[in-house]
């Protein structure tokens, strides 16, 4: 017993002062790259850098210190770089198989990054989810949704899928359609809906709001009511003018179909 705790301490001397400066390294590193990514954030911000491809090169270049501390805490610690790049370059091929769909997201993080299909903040529709761009990484691209709910979409699928943004233009247009009674004159219909998209403060006058009869229905007229607006605007506008379509509609004497359910009384 006396021989094996001899010869213990004897290693544990041995490779303490190895140990000890490879945690050195790894704290000391670990700040400099706080450091290094905090004046990087700045030096970008000065120079105007658009946020997007701010925080995506602050993840990048985050992972790329750290990877380099962690190979120099290897070496420290006694294990040849070389030999450890060699298990590194023979396990990649399997680790390439495993990992193509992140090697995959990466890529499209890039793709994105080039030609900038949207930004931070930028409301868009993409893989069936609709969400502002909250934060763009390397691997994935992350959404608030209009619930305030978070969606995660991964950077391959996002970039080879369709994407929708609503935000690019500035304005956007709201499609309702209005359906009245036959018996209604289509004219005042028409005067009445429009009365309702002029005088709202949020609805745009250029481009020119649209009231027109898309169709003649089995039970109803339908009219396309086409206000634009702002695109912060959208849904205020889309809610107001539905509620007040019912308002003036009724105070006009306008009808709006709906099915009317009829009791028949059998008597014998």
């Known amino acids: 017993m006396e021989k094996y705790l001899e010869t213990l301490l004897s290693k ?64 420290q610690l006694g294990i040849a770089t070389t030999s450890f790049a060699a298990i590194i370059a023979a396990a990649g091929l399997a680790v390439g198989l495993a990992l193509q769909g992140s090697l995959s997201n990466f890529a499209g993080g890039v793709l994105i990054m080039i ?47 369709n994407i929708v943004n609503y935000t690019t233009q500035g304005t956007r247009r709201v499609d309702l359609v209005i359906g009245v009674s036959y018996d209604a004159d289509i004219k005042q219909t028409k005067e009445v809906l429009m009365n309702i998209l002029t ?41 107001e003018t539905t509620e007040n379509v019912k308002l003036e509609l009724d105070k006009a004497g306008i009808e709006i179909p709906y099915p009317h359910r009829v009791n028949i009384n059998k008597t014998e």
Request: overall charge positive.
């Open 12 to 75: 544990l001397l041995e490779y303490a002062p190895s140990v000890i400066t490879a945690l050195l390294i790894l704290i000391v590193g670990l700040y400099i790259i706080k450091l290094v990514i905090r004046s990087a954030k700045k030096i970008m911000t000065k120079k105007n850098v658009d946020i997007t491809l701010q925080k995506f090169l602050v993840n990048l270049g985050g992972w790329v210190l750290k990877i380099l501390l962690f190979i120099t805490v290897i070496s």
């Open 115 to 161: 030609f900038r299909p949207f930004k931070i903040g930028d409301l868009i529709e993409a893989q069936g989810e609709i969400g502002s761009v909250k934060e763009i990484e390397i691997f994935t691209t992350k959404l608030i949704g209009l619930s305030n709910k978070e969606i995660i979409i991964p950077n391959g699928s996002l970039s080879n899928g």
């Open 199 to 239: 005088s709202n403060d949020k609805v745009l006058l250029d481009p020119k709001p649209s009231v027109t009869v898309l169709e003649l229905a089995d039970s109803s007229v339908n009219f396309a009511v086409r206000p634009w607006c702002k695109t912060e605007h959208y849904w205020d506008v889309y809610f």
